[in-house]
């Protein structure tokens, strides 16, 4: 599974047989316990789903102030890197996902919420926004990863997405003459 995620997470175009070189195995043998190249990422999916929403369990995002909570998830993210790449680039309806939905998206929506409410993120954007904001751009920069290192890279991505979403203080009044 290993292999399979590292390879699939490097692009569409991997193949069963490069599935099968990675992991050390002949092609047979893959398809043996995945029928289909489909099959295979279903199950890189599931198995990456469980592991970050355990991870973000874990995390006890509501239990840190809001930025931490986005730092701790951006961790729980890179943590599962190419299982979590291969998961964020399947392009799967999430109302046939509901893994992905009960464990990423709905503790991802309750922290963006918490955060709006204390005043700590904007709140003109909806927080399945914010949500899809964040796993979109963990996805993006997660192949980087092996040339600056995890925490790095946790940093610069936290800080990044935190900026974006950080509230605006109000507009000074201006006083009329």
Do not use: C
Request: proline letters at 5%; glycine letters at 6%.
């Amino acid at each position: 599974m290993a292999a399979a995620a590292e390879i699939l997470a490097t692009g569409a175009d991997a193949s069963m047989a490069d599935v099968a070189a990675a992991a050390g195995m002949a092609r047979a043998t893959v398809y043996r316990y995945f029928p289909t190249r489909q099959a295979l990422l279903d199950r890189v999916a599931e198995v990456a789903a469980a592991d970050v929403g355990a991870r973000l369990a874990d995390a006890r995002l509501e239990s840190v102030s809001a930025d931490e909570a986005v730092v701790r998830a951006v961790r729980a993210f890179f943590d599962v890197r190419h299982y979590f790449a291969v998961l964020a680039r399947r392009r799967v309806p999430p109302a046939d996902d509901a893994p992905r939905e009960t464990l990423i998206e709905e503790p991802l929506r309750q922290m963006f919420a918490r955060g709006q409410k204390s005043g700590v993120f904007r709140s003109d954007i909806p927080v399945e926004w914010l949500a899809a904001g964040l796993v979109n751009i963990v996805a993006s920069v997660v192949s980087t990863l092996p040339a600056r290192g995890r925490d790095d890279t946790v940093d610069l991505v936290s800080g990044l997405f935190l900026e974006g979403v950080r509230a605006r203080p109000a507009p000074a009044v201006l006083k009329q003459a």
